[in-house]
């Protein structure tokens, strides 16, 4: 139990450290405010524990579940030690709370972070790290590359409230209340709170900070503001619905395996990089649903994505369409297109050449199976080759395709044909110029 002393001297001691002026005007609204103004806090969500996140009053003694005062072993007068994850894994382990995220990080179908590689499967939110405080802008300008759970919640507001989906993105869920981000104006600025969830990832994941760099194209870190941007051609719909409302794309968003996302739809960072357990295998329609709960703290798959997605490594000679390459993809779009190899018009894609070479090329080409490298591949195509980077095409390797529509954007391994400065798609004309697998296409016509 805290008494009201103990909470005034957890009060004295914090307004000491440097960001007193803060620390003094949060803890008056901890404590004048039993509420944060405009959280709804539904009630049923919590199960038979007892939820410490707010609700609270002058003499609360919720505080010291997570503070205590003379033994206090943490920064900033936290009961355990450092990292921070110890003091919310008291409790969200299977023990004290419903969500049970210590099980999360003890998941052994994650692999470890590679960064040698680029290759990452967490948020690191259990290692030690420069992590001060979340309320506090720690990342503009500087590469502080660290995730703490203090960064992406706020411990004091954190709440039960459903993300909202609206025609500018998706509206920040409870479990994000009161935490701050960087926003979408050109150049990002702080903001705290978020409104958006987005805005969370923007803090971390724009030019608002820098990030780690890589030679190699499919391994570099872009700034997911200049790609989600709306006044690009083509990009995929976080901040703004899509550019594209034809039909074949209206179905091909009917058919997917989990969503039925439309051309009007925003959808979220976390459809795409979310909690991969939520997903049965084979997916079960609607399960979770577009607004569940789908934090991206690990994954069993690259780049923390909710399914698998094989972008980097090309196919070898003789290996057959296998659905689980595109997992991902196939949660939104219908699979179908993918394994017609008649390359006849179908109504659910504008590309009747998808199954050809998705399934049908076996074979064909005597590359490497590096698609950082010119002139590789030698099977069947992945959807990376002519989709390069899925964020958009602001970002194409070939300069030349940043500007397409279609989200098309071809490959460091496709080449331009002999004299033309990058491999050309021409939407109105329906013809490819460029040379793939070692196949020309000068032009080929679909
Ligand atoms: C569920 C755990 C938890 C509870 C309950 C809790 N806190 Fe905190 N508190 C934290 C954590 C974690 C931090 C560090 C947050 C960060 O890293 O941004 C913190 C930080 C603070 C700070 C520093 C300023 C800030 O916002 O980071 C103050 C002051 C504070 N808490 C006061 C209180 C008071 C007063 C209460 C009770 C009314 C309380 N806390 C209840 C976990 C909690
Ligand atoms: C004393 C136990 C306890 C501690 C310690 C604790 N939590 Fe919680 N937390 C809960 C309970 C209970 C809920 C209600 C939902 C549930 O049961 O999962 C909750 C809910 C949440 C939610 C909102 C979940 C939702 O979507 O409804 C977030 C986010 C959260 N906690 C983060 C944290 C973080 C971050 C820490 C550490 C700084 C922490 N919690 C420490 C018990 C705790
Ligand atoms: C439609 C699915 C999808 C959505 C939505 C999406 N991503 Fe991604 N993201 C991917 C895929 C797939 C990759 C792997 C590389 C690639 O193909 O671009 C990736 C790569 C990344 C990477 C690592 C590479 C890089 O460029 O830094 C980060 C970070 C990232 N995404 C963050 C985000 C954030 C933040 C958002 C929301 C603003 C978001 N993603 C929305 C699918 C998605
Ligand atoms: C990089 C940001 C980030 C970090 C770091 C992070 N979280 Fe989350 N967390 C999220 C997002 C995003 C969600 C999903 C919100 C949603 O879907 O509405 C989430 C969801 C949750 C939830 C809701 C319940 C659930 O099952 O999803 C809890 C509880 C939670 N996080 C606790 C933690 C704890 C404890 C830590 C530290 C070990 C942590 N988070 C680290 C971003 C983060
Ligand atoms: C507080 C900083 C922070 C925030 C906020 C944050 N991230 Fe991250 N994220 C990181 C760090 C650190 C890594 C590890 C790799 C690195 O340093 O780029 C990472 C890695 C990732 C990766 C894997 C990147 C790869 O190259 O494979 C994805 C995807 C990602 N984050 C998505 C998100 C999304 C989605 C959000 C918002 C819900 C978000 N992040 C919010 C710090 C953050
Ligand atoms: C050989 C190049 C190529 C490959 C490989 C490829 N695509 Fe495409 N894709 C295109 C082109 C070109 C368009 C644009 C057609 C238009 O808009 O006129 C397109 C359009 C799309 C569309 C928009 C809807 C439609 O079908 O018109 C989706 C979704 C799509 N592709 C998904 C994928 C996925 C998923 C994969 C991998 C399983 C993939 N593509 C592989 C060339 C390719
Ligand atoms: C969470 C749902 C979701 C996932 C997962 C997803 N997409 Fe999409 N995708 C959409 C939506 C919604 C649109 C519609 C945008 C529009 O109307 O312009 C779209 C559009 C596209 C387009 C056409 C873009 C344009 O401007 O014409 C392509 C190409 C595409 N997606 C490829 C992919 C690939 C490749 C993957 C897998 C890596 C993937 N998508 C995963 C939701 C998703």
């Not at 009201?4 to 004048?32: C, D, K, N, Q, T």
């Not at 008291?90 to 590679?114: K, L, M, Q, R």
């Not at 997911?224 to 901040?239: I, K, L, Q, R």
């Not at 699979?335 to 050809?356: C, I, K, L, M, W």
């Given at each position: 139990m805290t008494s009201a002393g103990e909470v005034a001297w957890l009060l004295r001691a914090m307004a000491l450290a440097r960001r007193a002026a803060l620390v003094a005007a949060l803890a008056l609204?901890?404590?004048?405010?039993?509420?944060?103004?405009?959280?709804?806090?539904?009630?049923?969500?919590?199960?038979?524990?007892?939820?410490?996140?707010?609700?609270?009053?002058?003499?609360?003694d919720a505080c010291a579940t997570c503070h205590r005062t003379h033994t206090g072993a943490g920064g900033g007068g936290l009961n355990r030690a450092a990292p921070q994850s110890n003091v919310c894994f008291v409790c969200h382990n299977g023990t004290g709370a419903n969500s049970n995220v210590a099980s999360e990080y003890s998941d052994t179908n994650v692999p470890p972070n590679d960064p040698a590689t680029s290759s990452f499967y967490a948020h690191p939110a259990t290692t030690l790290s420069t992590h001060t405080n979340g309320q506090v802008d720690e990342f503009a300008g500087v590469l502080n590359r660290h995730a703490a759970c203090g960064d992406c919640h706020n411990p004091h507001a954190a709440n039960a409230a459903a993300p909202v989906q609206t025609a500018n993105g998706w509206l920040a869920s409870g479990a994000l209340a009161k935490i701050s981000g960087a926003n979408a104006a050109s150049p990002p600025a702080w903001v705290n709170p978020i409104t958006y969830e987005d805005e969370l990832c923007r803090k971390c994941h724009s030019s608002y900070t820098l990030q780690l760099s890589y030679t190699k194209a499919s391994q570099q870190k872009y700034d997911v503001g200049a790609e989600f941007d709306p006044a690009n051609t083509s990009y995929h719909p976080v901040e703004a619905p899509g550019r594209n409302a034809s039909s074949a794309l209206q179905q091909s968003l009917a058919g997917g395996k989990l969503w039925n996302f439309t051309t009007s739809s925003t959808i979220r960072c976390v459809n795409c990089h979310g909690n991969y357990r939520l997903v049965g295998s084979p997916a079960v329609p609607g399960t979770p649903p577009g607004d569940a709960r789908l934090a991206p703290h690990t994954s069993r798959y690259r780049g923390l994505l909710i399914a698998n997605y094989r972008d980097r490594d090309l196919k070898p000679a003789n290996e057959l369409y296998n659905s689980g390459d595109f997992a991902l993809c196939f949660l939104c779009h219908r699979e179908a297109p993918f394994t017609d190899v008649s390359g006849d018009p179908r109504p659910d894609t504008n590309y009747p050449f998808h199954g050809v070479h998705i399934s049908g090329i076996r074979g064909m080409g005597a590359g490497g199976l590096e698609i950082d490298t010119a002139g590789a591949g030698q099977g069947n195509a992945i959807c990376a080759e002519c989709h390069f980077r899925t964020h958009g095409t602001a970002f194409a390797p070939w300069s030349?395709?940043?500007?397409?529509p279609g989200d098309v954007n071809f490959a460091p391994d496709v080449q331009p044909v002999s004299g033309a400065a990058a491999p050309v798609w021409d939407?109105?004309?329906?013809?490819?110029?460029?040379?793939?697998?070692?196949?020309s296409h000068n032009p080929m016509r679909y």
């Amino acid at each position: 139990m805290t008494s009201a002393g103990e909470v005034a001297w957890l009060l004295r001691a914090m307004a000491l450290a440097r960001r007193a002026a803060l620390v003094a005007a949060l803890a008056l609204a901890v404590l004048a405010g039993a509420r944060w103004p405009g959280v709804g806090r539904p009630a049923a969500a919590a199960g038979p524990f007892l939820d410490p996140h707010g609700g609270y009053t002058a003499t609360a003694d919720a505080c010291a579940t997570c503070h205590r005062t003379h033994t206090g072993a943490g920064g900033g007068g936290l009961n355990r030690a450092a990292p921070q994850s110890n003091v919310c894994f008291v409790c969200h382990n299977g023990t004290g709370a419903n969500s049970n995220v210590a099980s999360e990080y003890s998941d052994t179908n994650v692999p470890p972070n590679d960064p040698a590689t680029s290759s990452f499967y967490a948020h690191p939110a259990t290692t030690l790290s420069t992590h001060t405080n979340g309320q506090v802008d720690e990342f503009a300008g500087v590469l502080n590359r660290h995730a703490a759970c203090g960064d992406c919640h706020n411990p004091h507001a954190a709440n039960a409230a459903a993300p909202v989906q609206t025609a500018n993105g998706w509206l920040a869920s409870g479990a994000l209340a009161k935490i701050s981000g960087a926003n979408a104006a050109s150049p990002p600025a702080w903001v705290n709170p978020i409104t958006y969830e987005d805005e969370l990832c923007r803090k971390c994941h724009s030019s608002y900070t820098l990030q780690l760099s890589y030679t190699k194209a499919s391994q570099q870190k872009y700034d997911v503001g200049a790609e989600f941007d709306p006044a690009n051609t083509s990009y995929h719909p976080v901040e703004a619905p899509g550019r594209n409302a034809s039909s074949a794309l209206q179905q091909s968003l009917a058919g997917g395996k989990l969503w039925n996302f439309t051309t009007s739809s925003t959808i979220r960072c976390v459809n795409c990089h979310g909690n991969y357990r939520l997903v049965g295998s084979p997916a079960v329609p609607g399960t979770p649903p577009g607004d569940a709960r789908l934090a991206p703290h690990t994954s069993r798959y690259r780049g923390l994505l909710i399914a698998n997605y094989r972008d980097r490594d090309l196919k070898p000679a003789n290996e057959l369409y296998n659905s689980g390459d595109f997992a991902l993809c196939f949660l939104c779009h219908r699979e179908a297109p993918f394994t017609d190899v008649s390359g006849d018009p179908r109504p659910d894609t504008n590309y009747p050449f998808h199954g050809v070479h998705i399934s049908g090329i076996r074979g064909m080409g005597a590359g490497g199976l590096e698609i950082d490298t010119a002139g590789a591949g030698q099977g069947n195509a992945i959807c990376a080759e002519c989709h390069f980077r899925t964020h958009g095409t602001a970002f194409a390797p070939w300069s030349a395709n940043r500007t397409y529509p279609g989200d098309v954007n071809f490959a460091p391994d496709v080449q331009p044909v002999s004299g033309a400065a990058a491999p050309v798609w021409d939407r109105a004309a329906r013809t490819c110029t460029l040379v793939c697998h070692g196949k020309s296409h000068n032009p080929m016509r679909y």
